[in-house]
């Protein structure tokens, strides 16, 4: 079980090494383990209202414009991007605040 933030992000970076791959290594043609995830969990993206945001430039951008337009009409938004520039939780984003570090603790430990 975690309890230092710092030990949590290495655990997470160490296991899941997709974290830290660049250009062609992080590339994949296929959706095959994304659907294979959905499955396991239920299927969940078939009850969450969802945007994705795909293509080559501007996700970063547009992701965030969509956020703030949301949000201004009363939307509870979450938002996932990647990568990060100085810390993980800049990645995950609810009602426009980074989660915690308790929080990401708590997601690896669970």
């Known amino acids: 079980m975690f309890t230092n933030y ?3 992000l290495e655990f997470l970076f160490s296991q899941l090494p997709m974290y830290q791959r660049t250009g062609a290594a992080a590339y994949k043609a296929n959706l095959d383990n994304t659907h ?3 499955a396991m969990l239920g299927n969940p993206e078939k009850e ?10 501007g996700k970063g951008s547009v992701s965030h414009m969509l956020t703030s337009a949301l949000m201004e009409q009363g939307y509870r938004v ?3 991007t990647s990568p990060h520039l ?3 939780r800049e990645r995950i984003t ?3 605040k980074q989660i915690s570090e308790q929080e990401v603790m708590d997601f690896v430990n669970e």
């Open 6 to 8: 710092k030990e949590t």
């Open 36 to 38: 294979a995830l959905c």
């Open 48 to 57: 969450i209202p969802a945007i994705h945001v795909a293509g080559t430039n």
């Open 78 to 80: 979450g938002l996932y």
């Open 86 to 88: 100085t810390d993980f």
């Open 94 to 96: 609810v009602k426009g």
